[in-house]
C-alpha cells in the first residue's frame, strides 16, 4: 500500500506523498512532499517540505515550511499561547 487515506482529502498534482503516510480530512496544496511514514490529520499544507515521520495535527493552514524527521506540529486547544522547542540557528516566524 502506497499510502492510507481516511475521510475526504485533497492532493494537488504537484504534490508527492511517500509509502506508508496517513492523510485524514486534509488538503496537501502544491509543491508539497510528505516523506514516508508521516501523518498528516484535519490539515492544510502547501509549498511546503514535510520529512519522515512527522505529525501534522489540527493544523489550519502550514505554507513555505520544512518540518524535519519525526517533527510533530499540533493546535494547542487548551492554552492561549504558544510553545516553541527550536534547535541550533531555527528561525521561526509567529
Known amino acids: 500500500m502506497r499510502f492510507r487515506e481516511l475521510f475526504t482529502n ?8 511517500g509509502e506508508n503516510c496517513l492523510i485524514e480530512n486534509s488538503y496537501i496544496g502544491p509543491y508539497t512532499s510528505v516523506g514516508r511514514n508521516s501523518k ?3 490539515s ?3 509549498y511546503s517540505v514535510i ?3 512527522a505529525q501534522i495535527i489540527d493544523v489550519e493552514r502550514l505554507e513555505e515550511s520544512l ?3 519525526n517533527a510533530k506540529v ?3 486547544r487548551e492554552r492561549r499561547f504558544i510553545r516553541l522547542s527550536l534547535g541550533d540557528y ?5
Open 90 to 94: 531555527s528561525e521561526v516566524s509567529i
Open 40 to 42: 498528516i490529520v484535519n
Open 67 to 69: 518540518i524535519g524527521r
Open 74 to 76: 499540533t493546535k494547542n
Open 51 to 53: 520529512l519522515e515521520g
Open 44 to 46: 492544510s499544507i502547501e
Open 10 to 17: 485533497f492532493y494537488s498534482s504537484a504534490s508527492v506523498i
